[in-house]
């Protein structure tokens, strides 16, 4: 707990789903009924089933050795994908006896604020390291090294959280059938007011910084393939470059944006994020007077694993 200067600020920086950021926020506020109530600050400010013949290629790809089966096929449609994808994260071995008082841990670079007066310019990346409780009832730890406004120096800092909602224990009871999973996404209670933009946010806002249980996660992923509008980009790119394959989909809020969760082309494992400007400036939001193709956020995740204390790393 020494390694950083520690900031006496106990308020964190300011909140939000990284990916969307508030022109987003606007528009689901205006649009429809609240999709998910949102941790107070852990989380950082941006279609139908597989046919036999897909599981019989997922079979085959996990009997390989290989838990991804072949590389994604340029054209791949996107709900073959999803469940290649789902297939490996039900693949993967669940954390054994996770005990309330320890903490998920999870390591990113991130980059969603633009450079001041140059709005289509992102910031240097900023490294961060999150400590969430996993029964929700302890203190968690946010340590994030970014350049700071007042002297434009890089530097850590360290913040603590209080108790939060959203939890490991919380989604060990989320649904592991697909239709179960749908349905929440959906918020099935009130279903009409929700729409296929924000559950595709949803999805992204729940696997940013978590460690879901495998049949959860799978879960989710089987779910987004049933999500209207859902396409593959075959050459995506993370923050660190490393190539990948993303499920996306277009997002109307004002401006048009393109939402990429970016997946490994051969392990199909989780790889960050980013969110593409599809159109140029939009009457009323001179801050995004970016060029089609701007990329306004981006995330890379590192490392994820259930540790004992905040602060300690895997």
């Given amino acids: 707990m020494n390694d950083f200067p520690t900031n006496p600020e106990r308020d964190l920086p300011p909140g939000r789903h990284l990916l969307l950021k508030e022109h ?22 941006i279609a139908a089933g597989a046919v036999a013949t897909v599981a019989a290629g997922l079979i085959v790809g996990l009997e390989s050795g290989d838990p991804a089966g072949d590389v994604p096929a340029r054209g791949e449609p996107a709900t073959q994908l999803l ?4 297939a490996v994260a039900a693949a993967e ?3 054994r006896e996770v005990r309330d008082d320890q903490f998920m841990y999870i390591r990113s670079k991130i980059s969603y604020d633009s450079v001041k007066g140059e709005p289509c310019k992102l ?22 090294r970014r350049v700071f406004p007042k002297d434009e120096k890089l530097r850590w800092q ?72 859902v396409t593959v980009v075959n050459d995506a790119v ?3 470059g490393r190539p990948g394959v993303a499920i996306t989909r277009q997002a109307n809020h004002g401006v048009e944006t393109r939402v990429e969760l970016i ?16 159109e140029g400036r939009t009457d009323g939001e001179p801050e995004l007077a970016c060029e089609p193709g701007t990329v306004l956020g981006t995330s890379a995740n590192l490392q994820r694993a259930i540790v004992d204390r905040p602060g300690q790393r895997p």
Avoid at 37 to 44: D, E, G, S, V
Avoid at 83 to 86: G, L, P, Q, T, V
Avoid at 124 to 135: C, L, Y
Wanted: hydrophobic share 35%; proline share 7%.
């Fill in 238 to 240: 993370d923050f660190l």
């Fill in 24 to 45: 987003l926020m606007r528009e689901i506020r205006q649009s429809e009924a609240p999709v998910q109530k949102r941790r107070p600050w852990l989380r950082p400010a």
């Fill in 158 to 229: 360290e913040s603590y959280g209080g108790k939060d909602a959203d939890n490991y224990r919380e989604y060990e009871k989320l649904p592991t059938t697909t239709k179960g999973m749908y349905d929440w996404l959906y918020e099935k209670r009130d279903a009409e007011k929700t729409t296929d933009a924000a559950a595709f946010t949803l999805v992204g806002d729940t696997i940013r910084e978590s460690v879901l249980p495998p049949k959860v996660s799978a879960a989710m992923y089987r779910a987004t393939a049933k999500i209207p509008g």
């Fill in 83 to 86: 469940h290649r994808i789902a």
């Fill in 123 to 144: 910031k240097p990346a900023t490294e961060r390291e999150i400590w969430e409780s996993v029964d929700g009832r302890h203190d968690g730890l946010l340590r994030d």
């Fill in 93 to 95: 071995p669940a954390p």
């Fill in 263 to 278: 997946f490994d082309k051969k392990t199909l494992e989780y790889l960050g994020e980013r969110e593409v400007l599809l």
